[in-house]
């Protein structure tokens, strides 16, 4: 029991090794004509330069695909929260050097 145990432990940080989350006020929300979603947040990652996160239009694919649909709900929370000032979480699992907010992309 003691072995299995130990090795739950070591499977569970294994799985967890690439992810980090990013947490912080949401500064402005925008949307291009081609349905790109782009937050802009000093808090989360350290300066003014939005990321893109999904795409209204068409399915986006970064590390992963999101789907419109998925990126319809994240944007009714992210305009919820932008509208009531209040902190957003952001999870990556990702390999971005240094696995830091700062160090995503723009």
Not at 57 to 70: G, H, I, L, S
Not at 78 to 104: E, F, K, M, T, W
């Amino acid at each position: 029991m003691k072995y299995f145990s130990l090795i739950l432990l070591i499977i569970s940080f294994c799985a967890n090794a690439g992810n980090y989350t990013c947490t912080g006020k949401i500064d402005a929300i925008n949307q291009p004509f081609n349905g790109e979603v782009i937050i802009n947040s000093t808090q989360l990652f350290g300066n003014g330069a939005g990321r893109t996160i999904c795409n209204l239009t068409a399915p986006y694919t970064r590390a992963n695909t999101v789907q419109p649909e998925t990126c319809k709900a994240w944007l009714a929370k992210l305009l919820a929260a932008h509208a009531r000032q209040i902190p957003i979480v952001l999870q990556y699992n990702d390999s971005v050097a240094g696995q830091s907010c700062a160090s995503q992309q723009n």
